[in-house]
């Protein structure tokens, strides 16, 4: 007989045994554990307040002083004995002095539609930096102009550029010279894009 057959055995006789244990476990408790007796509630006794004398050694301070309050300004009525050049502002006009003009109305900087785009007539070659052509850099950068109504590159920015010749290309429009472009025959100020190729041959 395994040893697991005969534990299933005895299990109802190590059941009894053990619920037997327990009820004098139980019974051994109620015997032994003494009768509660409650206790009738007490009212607490009311403590009494007393006054404490403070002591001469403890100085209290004296309130703060009250700040006086400011001054509002009132308006003065001019008396019945004041001059008249006291409380009349000056009605004289100065027909020599010359009239005073509005400002000028705001311009837009540039035109963004323009009918005669603006016309090169000075353009110089960039300058071909000694790094970039040691490197043999190549490429076109696109610089955006702004032409103002005069024909002259006011600004100027790199829209699409290849480092190390960015730098060439923007000194180079500055010397650009241009026929302005015309909005119904008056000049004004645009902005264009240009290219600004740089090759090592030709």
């Given at each position: 007989?395994?040893?697991?057959?005969?534990?299933?055995?005895?299990?109802?006789?190590?059941?009894?045994?053990?619920?037997?244990?327990?009820?004098?476990?139980?019974?051994?408790?109620f015997?032994?554990?003494?009768?509660?007796?409650?206790?009738?509630?007490?009212l607490?006794?009311?403590?009494?307040?007393?006054?404490?004398?403070?002591?001469?050694?403890?100085?209290?301070?004296?309130?703060?002083?009250?700040?006086?309050?400011?001054?509002?300004?009132?308006?003065?009525?001019?008396?019945?004995?004041?001059?008249?050049?006291?409380?009349?502002?000056?009605?004289?006009?100065?027909?020599?002095?010359?009239?005073?003009l509005?400002?000028?109305?705001?311009?837009?900087?540039?035109?963004?539609?323009?009918?005669?785009p603006?016309?090169?007539?000075?353009?110089?070659?960039?300058?071909y930096?000694?790094?970039?052509?040691?490197?043999?850099?190549?490429?076109?950068?696109?610089?955006?102009?702004?032409?103002?109504?005069?024909?002259?590159?006011?600004?100027?920015?790199?829209?699409?550029g290849?480092?190390?010749?960015?730098?060439a290309?923007?000194?180079?429009?500055?010397?650009?010279?241009?026929?302005?472009?015309?909005?119904?025959?008056?000049?004004?100020?645009?902005?264009?894009?240009?290219?600004i190729?740089?090759?090592?041959?030709?």
């Open positions: 007989m395994t040893a697991e057959q005969e534990l299933k055995n005895q299990y109802p006789k190590i059941f009894r045994i053990a619920v037997l244990g327990a009820i004098g476990v139980h019974l051994v408790a015997l032994v554990t003494p009768a509660w007796k409650p206790k009738p509630y007490q607490r006794e009311r403590q009494v307040l007393e006054a404490i004398n403070i002591p001469d050694q403890i100085s209290i301070p004296p309130p703060p002083k009250e700040e006086a309050k400011p001054i509002v300004p009132t308006e003065i009525e001019p008396s019945e004995d004041a001059d008249a050049a006291e409380t009349i502002a000056s009605t004289q006009l100065d027909v020599e002095a010359p009239p005073e509005p400002p000028a109305p705001a311009r837009a900087e540039f035109f963004t539609a323009f009918d005669e603006p016309q090169i007539i000075v353009q110089i070659p960039p300058e930096p000694d790094m970039a052509r040691m490197a043999e850099l190549e490429g076109v950068v696109m610089v955006q102009i702004g032409v103002n109504e005069f024909g002259d590159v006011v600004e100027a920015n790199v829209v699409s290849i480092e190390g010749l960015n730098q290309a923007i000194e180079a429009v500055y010397k650009w010279k241009f026929r302005p472009a015309k909005q119904r025959d008056i000049p004004v100020p645009v902005r264009i894009v240009v290219p190729r740089f090759t090592l041959r030709g």
